[in-house]
Nanobody
């Protein structure tokens, strides 16, 4: 089993920045991909950013150039740096880790972009 705990969410004004963190524990060996997803009210959960072992990344078109995903392997943590935030970025953000063919999810953290 893999446990994931997100932190760093909250309320931010449009144009502002936040950094989300997701710390992994448990059977973290052989995690081969980690990512951030989000779900806005009334919408489906969607991929925001993905990072695969080896460093390749993938971003949703809506966040390219504004969000950056990164990892600190020593801390077993993945980050999502979010800049130039917009009201439409408001959502619950979920961390995901894939180990072999099993996905593990965090409980989610709320990000609200509003003036």
């Amino acid at each position: 089993q893999v446990q994931l705990v997100e932190s760093g969410g909250g309320l931010v004004q449009p144009g502002g920045s936040l950094r989300l963190s997701c710390a992994a524990s448990g059977s973290i060996a052989s995690i081969n991909a980690r990512g951030w997803y989000r779900q806005a009210p009334g919408k489906k959960r969607e991929l925001v950013a993905l990072i695969i072992n080896g460093g390749s990344t993938n971003y949703a078109d809506s966040v390219k150039g504004r969000f950056t995903i990164s990892t600190d392997n020593a801390k077993n943590t993945v980050y999502l740096q979010m800049n130039s935030l917009r009201p439409e970025d408001t959502a619950v953000y979920y961390c995901k880790a894939r180990r072999f063919f099993t996905d593990y999810w965090g409980k989610g953290i709320l990000v609200t972009v509003s003036s």
